[in-house]
């Protein structure tokens, strides 16, 4: 079984404050995330293995934008994401 069958995805989006690397503006950001709840039954077809994965997992977010777009009007470059956490555990 897939991961994906163990939960309900759904999209979020958050604000997060960032400074531009190149301008050094800081500015509100809104960062998309993926919001995967696990489901209430184990789905139909499951062996022992995934029984198993199924109780070990849990909920999480998964940050599905990586790079913005500065705010400055002057500025308006691409620049990444600064944190390397990319996914978040709730």
Request: proline letters at 3%; hydrophobic letters at 30%; charged letters at 40%.
């Amino acid at each position: 079984m897939n991961e994906r069958d163990f939960f309900n995805e759904k999209e979020e989006v958050k604000k997060a404050t960032y400074s531009c690397p190149f301008c050094r503006e800081r500015a509100e950001y809104d960062v998309r995330w993926l919001k995967r709840t696990k489901k209430s039954q184990l789905p139909r077809g499951a062996n022992e293995l995934d029984r198993a994965r199924f109780n070990k997992s849990r909920d999480y977010l998964v940050r599905i934008d990586d790079m913005l777009a500065c705010r400055n009007v002057r500025c308006r470059r691409r620049f990444e994401i600064p944190s390397s956490q990319s996914v978040v555990f709730i």
